[in-house]
């Protein structure tokens, strides 16, 4: 039986059993990974941005659905900060809902003008973003929840660059709908002091790429299983897109060539940050090329192994923390006799 501390509006709202969400990864976030999160109990989403015809959406879709057994899955769709020609955003949503996906996962931009349309069709929708300031905004236009991810996650973790723990403590005190909080997430006590702290819920993404169920080459998941906290840097702040990803050539190429020239550009960026470059890293194993996302909570993924096994993991170390914060029977007659 799940504990009752367990029992949050994101479990409520996703129908899982754990208030966890496993964001979505690039290339990575395909039916085999996001149906294992619905068998073992948390919410995971597709990337629509890893299919870039629509049909392979759907198609990928519909796999999900026949390998989930029943547990709750979603679709992120992460939108370019400004709006570009041929971007099919509009086309995502409409396939989503025509797919009858009940759960979709926002990021990039403000996700207003697709508000309309998405709840017309019942979608609860989920707004990342990397700072209590952009949360308040999604609060105002309208999403059911929003995760916070902090500095110290894997991939883009905004200019703010405000760690988690702050996070929390800002949003407790500025939003009222529910809220999750990502960024350096890999222990199960980290997930009780998220929900101490009037979270609803947590992003997990860096801890779970060493899951068996990840189609990534196994060389890469033992490269990250092997690395420590300190394996990770930042980069591309100069074109306001700083990215933090596992410490290899490419990376330490990037920061250089950044501060040899604050105004290098995008351009110049490409031909390393492409990711084309990465894509091959997780194809072949070789973890020195490519701009790799990877967060802090790599010091805690120690061994590859079923994603089933990591989440309840997790669950028995969050069940240790509350048994931490709640004193012991004999404890207690002790202080009442005292």
């Known amino acids: 039986m799940t504990d009752p501390a367990f029992d949050t509006a994101v479990t409520r709202a996703y129908g899982t059993r754990l208030p966890i969400v496993a964001g979505g990864l690039m290339w990575l976030s395909d039916a085999a990974y996001v149906s294992a999160c619905a068998r073992a109990g948390i919410v995971g989403f597709l990337t629509a941005a890893s299919f870039p015809e629509p049909e392979a959406l759907r198609a990928e879709i519909r796999k999900t659905r026949e390998m989930a057994d029943g547990g709750a899955f979603g679709v992120n769709v992460s939108m370019l900060p400004k709006l570009v020609p041929g971007e099919r955003t509009a086309e995502i949503f409409a396939l989503i809902a025509d797919e009858g996906v009940r759960f979709v996962e926002t990021s990039g931009r403000n996700p207003e003008p697709w508000l309309p349309m998405l709840k017309e069709a019942g979608i609860t929708v989920l707004h990342k973003v990397p700072s209590v300031r952009f949360a308040e905004k999604a609060q105002s236009v309208g999403v059911d929840m929003v995760s916070i991810v902090g500095a110290e996650c894997g991939g883009h973790p905004g200019l703010d660059l405000v760690g988690s723990f702050v996070n929390l403590a800002l949003a407790e005190r500025r939003l009222k709908i529910p809220f999750l909080i990502g960024g350096g997430v890999g222990h199960g006590g980290q997930i009780t002091a998220a929900l101490a702290g009037g979270a609803a819920g947590v992003v997990i993404g860096t801890r779970f790429l060493v899951a068996e169920e990840i189609t990534a080459h196994s060389d890469y998941k033992r490269a990250l299983s092997g690395a420590r906290e300190t394996d990770t840097m930042l980069s591309m702040s100069s074109v306001r897109n ?80 509350l048994a931490r914060l709640r004193p012991a029977p004999a404890r207690m007659r002790e202080e009442i006799a005292l």
């Open 242 to 321: 700083t990215i933090r990803t596992l410490k290899n050539e490419t990376s330490q190429t990037v920061a250089r060539m950044e501060a040899e020239n604050p105004e290098i550009g995008i351009e110049a960026l490409l031909p390393h940050v492409s990711g084309k470059i990465g894509r091959r890293a997780y194809e072949t194993g070789d973890v020195s090329r490519g701009m790799l996302s990877a967060g802090q909570a790599l010091g805690l993924t120690d061994e590859i192994a079923p994603l089933a096994r990591i989440v309840d993991g997790l669950e028995e170390e969050a069940l240790a923390a």
